[in-house]
């Protein structure tokens, strides 16, 4: 493809390919914000609140112990030079660590060279501090903590009340839309929003924008065998899993609870997976310990065999990597293992997706903490089984239409404060 069209698809979709690694398809921009742009019509997901970090002014960011996103520039520096000083010796583990991104080490440089050398991508990203009125109401506490709710006595109890926006259907012609409102249970409960375009949802006096066929449950773990589909065949092409893992950043952060690992164990996986086959793709952190456990117990269990890794490498809006790449407790990157359920790999032919084949780096300026890009676009070649694949996110904090979330809190990120009306 012509560099103009690839500007004019990244335009419309947030998908930028570039070819730093010689492959077309190994090395990835996204833009989070145009992407989840696509799924609204009458809403617009606002840059400056998605992007909220990135923009702060330095004064304004928390001083957060573990994080390299968020601590402070003079810290990171004296951080750097303290490990720069003092050279500690590796354990076992941590030299397996350091071979695993000695191995990702040159294929991570490239893709950041590749950015770094495409000038519309650069003049993109210093434009995207865009729509700055929102950035003030964005985490400020005001927004609906559903964590603490969902464990309240009063949980069964909470409504949302959604307004569709249907039309009117005179003899064969759509006429003017008219508001039909819903209460449904809040938790424990499946809400679908069936409906052409986005639904709005209040609750507690916040307003929250609902895409058009999403779906949504909002349980604790306890209840995540709720999700298992009547029916194999109405079982999901594409499990995104995202898990709250244990971690001592996110505890000190305190925000959101973590799971012990081996809980892991019991997501029924295999329950939710398409008889048709099923692309697994799951987040973890860069220890070498959780990596180890997902590698022999984890996936194994979930029955996928053979991951392949993908890299989340996050800059800034000027183009840089958000950390030094070779600060061993503070990667600038995270990992996806990406498998297979329920396809045989060495039988599959003439089928209508393409195998995984190789390691793949997604670049993008992270949002809020833990936010992850959205992966449907990127992977949606490599997803076996009906189109459009039914998906679903595990751990969820968004919607996204076609999807099924799931998680504590998959409203989190669907609150008003971060959408304006186009
Ligand atoms: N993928 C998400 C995103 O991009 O924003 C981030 C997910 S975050 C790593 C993990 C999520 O798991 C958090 O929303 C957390 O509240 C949720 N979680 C923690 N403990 C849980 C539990 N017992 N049951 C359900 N969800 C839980």
Redesign the pocket.
Known sequence: MEICDELRSFEATGVYRLDGTGTSTGVTFVDPVRLLNGYYQRFRVVPSAYYSRSFEPPRQVQVEVGDPETVQPEKRRKRKRNQKTKPKELNAMERIAEARHQEARPLLLSAHESLVNDKYLLEHLSKMNEGKEHTLDVGSGSENNF?ELGTSWRAPFYEITICFRKPHVVGDEEGPFHAQRTSFPLFNSIISVEAIEEAEGEFQNRHYILPRESCFLM????R?RDLIPGSSDEGYNLI?V????ENGC?RQKE?????PNR?LLYLPVQELAHTAGALLVL?ITNREKLRMFVEKELLPSWGVKDPTVFYWLKVKPDGSLIGDLDLFHHRPYECLLLGYINVNTDAKRESNFKLLEGSQVIMSVP??H????PLEKLLSEYIPGPKPPRCI?L????LCPGWTS?????L??QDSVYFSQK
């Open positions: 964590i349980t604790d773990f306890k995540v995104v995202d898990p709250p893992w996110v925000a959101y609870p973590t799971l809980y987040w949002g809020a833990s936010r992850k890009p996110e751990f969820a904090r968004e799931w998680g504590n809190e998959p989190h990120f």
